[in-house]
């Protein structure tokens, strides 16, 4: 337990450290800056458009530090240590999915003020994105770590980590975005019911290319 009680702490002042926060934070912020430019200056539309580019940005946000979830351990041989020890891959990818999580998601709430802001986005639809991206998150985050785990093998993996995991988040953002139309009541609980499996099965699923990395 102790093991990985540091492996969850060092996942987590990895995040936070070195600057690495910042990466996806800025990324999520210069999203929102740059799309108001695209769009031009209609106010009405860039407030129907920007909740779904906020998801948008929320996803490659989550994706975007995947080279530093996995491939560190591998190469430093900290995930040989843990099965010699006696620790499945499974609690494993689910400690890396609990640190990514927390280390990122919890500034991305922040960002997410400014960059509604910036995006035109009204209290309602504020509190909306805010909900929805706090129940996305753990989601986000097992795809991520199961994107780095499939990739940590190979050369310029983390180019296509992404392409890997995309047709999984794709509920995600439809379900997301969906919360912001004032009839789609019943996305908040198709969200949830998305991001619950996800994050269920992402553990198993990350797991099992843990064990692909040893073979």
């Given at each position: 337990?102790?093991?990985?009680?540091?492996?969850?702490?060092?996942?987590?002042?990895?995040?936070?450290?070195?600057?690495?926060?910042?990466?996806?934070?800025?990324?999520?912020?210069?999203?929102?800056?740059?799309?108001?430019?695209?769009?031009?200056?209609?106010?009405?539309?860039?407030a129907?458009?920007?909740?779904?580019?906020?998801?948008?940005?929320?996803?490659?946000?989550?994706?975007?530090?995947?080279?530093?979830?996995?491939?560190?351990?591998?190469?430093?041989?900290?995930?040989?240590?843990?099965a010699?020890?006696?620790?499945?891959?499974?609690?494993?990818?689910?400690?890396?999915?609990?640190?990514?999580?927390?280390?990122?998601?919890?500034?991305?709430?922040?960002?997410?003020?400014?960059?509604?802001?910036?995006?035109?986005?009204?209290?309602?639809?504020?509190?909306?994105?805010?909900?929805?991206?706090?129940?996305?998150?753990p989601?986000?985050?097992?795809?991520?770590?199961?994107?780095?785990?499939?990739?940590?093998?190979?050369?310029?993996?983390?180019?296509?980590?992404?392409?890997?995991?995309?047709?999984?988040?794709?509920?995600?953002?439809?379900f997301?975005?969906?919360?912001?139309?004032?009839?789609?009541?019943?996305?908040?609980?198709?969200?949830?019911?998305?991001?619950?499996?996800?994050?269920?099965?992402?553990p198993?699923?990350?797991?099992?290319?843990?064990?692909?990395?040893?073979?």
């Amino acid at each position: 337990m102790t093991a990985l009680l540091t492996l969850f702490w060092r996942d987590l002042r990895r995040a936070w450290g070195s600057g690495a926060l910042w990466l996806p934070v800025t990324f999520f912020l210069l999203v929102a800056t740059a799309f108001p430019f695209a769009v031009g200056p209609d106010a009405p539309l860039l407030a129907r458009t920007g909740g779904g580019m906020v998801w948008v940005a929320a996803l490659l946000a989550a994706l975007l530090p995947i080279d530093r979830l996995v491939r560190p351990d591998r190469e430093a041989g900290v995930l040989d240590q843990l099965a010699v020890r006696g620790f499945a891959d499974e609690i494993i990818a689910a400690i890396k999915i609990a640190a990514h999580a927390i280390g990122f998601g919890l500034p991305l709430l922040i960002a997410l003020l400014p960059a509604a802001a910036l995006l035109a986005q009204d209290g309602v639809r504020v509190e909306t994105l805010a909900t929805g991206l706090a129940i996305a998150i753990p989601a986000l985050a097992s795809l991520a770590v199961l994107s780095a785990a499939l990739t940590a093998g190979l050369k310029g993996g983390n180019a296509i980590g992404g392409l890997l995991v995309l047709p999984l988040a794709v509920p995600l953002l439809i379900f997301g975005a969906g919360m912001l139309d004032p009839a789609g009541r019943g996305a908040v609980k198709l969200l949830a019911a998305s991001s619950l499996l996800l994050t269920v099965i992402g553990p198993f699923a990350a797991g099992a290319a843990l064990r692909g990395l040893r073979e």
